[in-house]
């Protein structure tokens, strides 16, 4: 047998067994390996966890029977989350580096490190012709969705940052905030120059049902819509929901920003129930997305963090009975690497470790973009 015939045989025995190993669970399925073929996506979805570190993901995990949604994707990656001027990032630097591919200063929204501002991924895929998104569980203008519409050089600018979406055409959006639009200091009433815009302007998302909605602004809350544990229900699956279909019936293309926004907030009062119960509504929020992206087929969806929120850690509990005993070392976020997970054309991009910022470069390749 010359060596030519062997490598043959070998080879062949190589791929029966490849086959038959296939049928291992825990080996990708085909249908999810096309999945994540390479190919441009028509639509992007990037949903952030404020604060979800590993330990948040992981005790969301074993708080609950069921596997977590987030276990549905093959592909995974790391993020280095310092900002500028900090090893420390804060959330409005976090997402400045998502949206604008620019490490920047801590309390930087949509501006460079010199206060310059810089295009965001919402604003050019809306000079693109794609329509656009932000949903969140708090302020609208809050620093992770601010980041993606807004200019400013303090993420504590709410009532300015309010006025930023007014110079933009974004398509949705759902959120808390109100009052920043409505009861502002200079007295201008952006509802009603949102409403002189062509937005359906509503309270509630409730209310969004059974109209024909051509742009939306709805507001959840006066400023901040409530934690879980005080009865907030699936609000960020519903808006989240809501702002893919009013997006997709637009026929061009889309880019959507989701917040599971409070994760953060239960890690800086060191409180692993509050933690915990918004880690798994967000990820139940996953859930849907990622079934809706399934059928659709030709949506990319990314899953990330902007940092690690408490330096949480898990330090007894009991298996499987769901009982997790966490501690936390303190009330602020970590410099600790957070993960990403992706689905859909273009998905492969984002495995390995790289820069927070690459998100905003990978986003923008995936689309066929140029800066
Ligand atoms: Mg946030
Ligand atoms: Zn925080």
């Not at 298996?319 to 303190?330: G, L, W």
Request: glycine share 10%; charged share 20%.
């Amino acid at each position: 047998m010359n060596t030519h015939s062997r490598s043959k045989i070998l080879s062949t025995f190589l791929f029966f067994t490849f086959f038959t190993f296939s049928a291992n669970p825990n080996i990708p399925s085909e249908k999810a390996k096309r999945q994540n073929d390479t190919g441009q996506p028509r639509n992007i979805i990037l949903m952030i966890g404020d604060g979800m570190g590993l330990t948040q993901i992981t005790s969301a995990m074993y708080s609950k029977k069921d596997k977590l949604n987030l276990e549905r994707f093959f592909t995974i990656g790391l993020i280095k989350t310092h900002s500028s001027d900090n090893l420390i990032t804060d959330s409005a630097a976090g997402a400045t580096a998502f949206s604008t591919g620019q490490k920047s200063f801590n309390g930087a929204i949509g501006v460079d490190e010199n206060k310059k501002s810089v295009s965001t991924i919402l604003e050019i895929a809306e000079k693109n012709n794609r329509a656009t998104g932000l949903v969140a569980v708090c302020s609208i203008t809050h620093a992770t969705p601010a980041s993606f519409i807004a200019h400013q050089d303090s993420r504590s600018k709410d009532e300015n940052i309010a006025l930023d979406f007014l110079a933009t055409d974004i398509d949705v959006f759902i959120g808390g905030g109100r009052k920043f639009f409505e009861n502002r200091s200079d007295g201008k009433n952006l509802v009603q120059l949102l409403e002189s815009k062509n937005y359906t302007v509503l309270n509630g998302i409730e209310n969004v049902a059974d109209r024909k909605i051509e742009k939306l602004a709805c507001f959840t809350a006066l400023e901040h819509p409530m934690k879980m544990s005080e009865g907030r229900g699936d609000l960020l699956g519903r808006s989240a929901m809501t702002a893919i279909s009013i997006l997709n019936k637009k026929n061009t293309g889309f880019f959507l920003m989701i917040e599971g926004s409070q994760i953060d907030w239960g890690g800086h009062a060191k409180d692993a129930g509050y933690v915990i119960a918004e880690a798994l509504d967000f990820d139940e929020t996953i859930g849907k997305v990622l079934d809706w992206a399934e059928k659709d087929g030709k949506t990319l969806v990314i899953v990330t963090a902007d940092h690690e929120t408490g330096g949480m850690a898990i330090t007894g509990g009991k298996f499987p009975d769901q009982k997790i005993e966490n501690s936390f070392i303190y009330g602020n976020h970590t410099a600790a690497l957070v993960p990403v997970f992706a689905y859909g054309p273009g998905a492969e991009n984002f495995s390995g470790i790289y820069q927070n910022t690459d998100i905003f470069y990978k986003m923008l390749s995936s689309f066929g973009f140029s800066k």
